[in-house]
C-alpha cells in the first residue's frame, strides 16, 4: 500500500513538474521577439566616450575652470561634449569630440567646419595649430560683439574636435593657452581610442 501511495505522489509530482515545464515552455515560445528587442535596444546604446575628455584640472590657467556634465551624443553624432568655465563666467572652454566612421569622414568633417565658423567668428583670422592633424585655430569676435572667440579645429585618428575658447571681446586666448589644451586633449583621445 505504501509503495502505491508512493508511486502515486511521484506520478502526481511527475505530471505537476510536466505541467509546470510546459507552463514555462509556453510563455518561452511567446518571448523571443521579446528577448530579440532586447538584444537590439542593447546592441543599439550609444558608446560612452566620456573617458575621451580632458579633465578641468588639465587646464593650466591663473584661475580654475569647472566642468559641466558631459553631453553624450552631441548634435546627434556619436560623440562627447563638455563645457569649462571659471567661476564667473567670464571664460569658457567648449570642448566637443565627434567620433566618426573612419579618419577619413574625421578630415571630410575638419574640412566642412573650417568654412562654417560664420556664426560663431565674425570675419575669423586663420591659422595653422600644430595639434593633431589638420591642426587649425580661427579667432577674432563674436558677431554680436559679445565676446572674443578662439575656436581650434583637429582630427586625430577617427575623431574630429573643436574646442571653443570663449572671452570678454576683443581678448583672445594666448595661442600658447590653446594649443596646450589641444594638446592635452589630442593625447587623451589617443589614449582613448588606442590610436
Do not use: W
Not at 593650466?60 to 556634465?69: I, T
Not at 554680436?144 to 570663449?166: P, R
Not at 600658447?176 to 589614449?191: E, R, S, Y
Amino acid at each position: 500500500m505504501r509503495t502505491s501511495h508512493t508511486v502515486v505522489a511521484g506520478l502526481a509530482a511527475a505530471t505537476a513538474l510536466a505541467v509546470s515545464v510546459a507552463g514555462c515552455g509556453g510563455s518561452h515560445t511567446s518571448s523571443p521577439s521579446q528577448s530579440g528587442s532586447t538584444t537590439s535596444k542593447a546592441s543599439a546604446q550609444p558608446t560612452d566616450y566620456t573617458n575621451l575628455l580632458i579633465q578641468a584640472t588639465d587646464i593650466d590657467a591663473p584661475v580654475p575652470f569647472a566642468a559641466s556634465p558631459p553631453t553624450q551624443n552631441p548634435n546627434g553624432q556619436p560623440g562627447i561634449a563638455t563645457t569649462f568655465s571659471t567661476q564667473d563666467n567670464s571664460h569658457a572652454i567648449k570642448d566637443t569630440i565627434q567620433v566618426l566612421a573612419d579618419p577619413g569622414a574625421a578630415t571630410n568633417a575638419l574640412t566642412a567646419a573650417k568654412g562654417s565658423q560664420a556664426g560663431a567668428i565674425k570675419a575669423p583670422s586663420t591659422d595653422a595649430a600644430k595639434v593633431g592633424t589638420g591642426g587649425t585655430a580661427l579667432s577674432g569676435n563674436a558677431p554680436d560683439h559679445s565676446k572674443g572667440v578662439t575656436i581650434l579645429l583637429f582630427t586625430e585618428g577617427k575623431a574630429f574636435v573643436t574646442l571653443e575658447f570663449d572671452g570678454p571681446i576683443d581678448t583672445l586666448a594666448p595661442q600658447d593657452f590653446v594649443n596646450d589644451v589641444g594638446q592635452k586633449q589630442d593625447d587623451a583621445i589617443k589614449k582613448g581610442l588606442g590610436g
